[in-house]
């Protein structure tokens, strides 16, 4: 069984940052396909980035979002710069692997000021 633990959330001001983690156990092949996904209040759930070893990132996040990844630790990070409001939603960590897809449980990201 494969389970993701997601951490970092929170409650900033525009213009601050914010770094989510997202930890895998189980039986993984492999982190390639990981990353992060989000759902803002009443819209659908969407790709934030992807692909930590070739990063795609949604137009929003590019120039202020990373994502990044520790193989060892099976895990990958998102680091958001410059918060806007927009940004508001809960992110949800995905993984692909062993021909299955995996989701956090999401973690609450509110940017007000």
């Known amino acids: 069984q494969v389970q993701l633990v997601e951490s970092g959330g929170g409650s900033v001001h525009p213009g601050e940052s914010l770094r989510l983690s997202c930890t895998a156990s189980?039986?993984?092949?492999?982190?390639?396909?990981m990353g992060w996904y989000r759902q803002g209040p009443g819209e659908e759930r969407t790709l934030v980035a992807d692909?930590?070893?070739?990063?795609s990132y949604a137009a929003y996040a590019a120039g202020r979002f990373t994502l990044s990844r520790d193989r060892a630790k099976k895990a990958v990070y998102l680091q958001m710069n410059d918060l806007k409001p927009d940004d508001t939603g809960v992110y949800y960590c995905?993984?692909?692997?062993?021909?299955?897809?995996?989701w956090g449980q999401g973690t609450q990201v509110n940017v007000s000021s």
């Open positions: 995905r993984l692909i692997t062993n021909g299955r897809v995996y």
């Open positions: 189980g039986n993984i092949i492999s982190t390639n396909l």
């Open positions: 692909r930590p070893d070739v990063p």
